[in-house]
């Protein structure tokens, strides 16, 4: 033996496992979202998605007589106003290289409101249509400067004079009209 005041080194294997231990259950740390919050997130976006499509398509839509008649609350606030083109008060020109229109809306009650449109208008732009203006109403200038111009449709379910059609009306039309190409026959 040496009397040597070195240490002895650790030389023994390390042992097997004890077969009769339980088995340690793997640690859940680190192994991501748990499933219970992934199902959360989902439900929740959803209902987000939904809130938002329904918000959005149920805008309002002012009337033009609710602009004209009291101008100081709508004063440089965004507006959408609905209401007809006036007959003969569509005046387009060209300012510094940009088409610039100018129009007047009406309402049934006889109110007017002048149009500033700053864009090309849409292709069925005319007088005496339906027309919605989105835009920054100007108390000073007495007028809204439109940033979009959308038409109203005129809908297959209305008679020749933009009224309700009769349903007698709608039963002729559909009646006589061609059926179309691999369309079911109608009885």
């Given amino acids: 033996m040496s009397s040597s005041s070195e240490p002895l080194a650790n030389t023994s294997a390390p042992r097997p496992p004890d077969p009769s231990a339980p088995l340690a259950r793997p640690s859940r740390r680190g192994r991501g979202i748990p499933f219970g ?40 606030k965004n507006v959408r106003v609905r209401g007809q083109i006036k007959e003969g008060s569509i005046v387009a020109t060209i300012e510094e290289g940009r088409p610039v229109t100018r129009f007047t809306l009406v309402d049934e009650h ?11 208008p849409p292709d069925n732009f005319e007088g005496g249509k339906s027309c919605i203006v989105e835009g920054r109403y100007s108390q000073a200038a007495g007028s809204v400067e439109s940033t979009r111009l959308t038409m109203k449709c005129p809908s297959k379910y209305e008679a020749e004079g933009n009224g309700p059609a009769a349903s007698e009306d709608l039963y002729e039309r559909y009646r006589t009209a061609p059926a179309e190409p691999g369309a079911a026959p109608r009885s």
Wanted: without cysteine; hydrophobic residues 50%.
């Fill in 37 to 76: 919050y992934v199902v959360v997130g989902i439900i929740a976006v959803g209902i987000a998605v939904l809130i938002v499509a329904t918000a959005s398509s149920g805008r309002y839509e002012l009337e033009v007589g609710a602009v004209a008649t009291a101008p100081e609350q709508f004063d440089d």
């Fill in 110 to 120: 006889g109110h007017e409101l002048p149009i500033v449109s700053r864009e090309s």
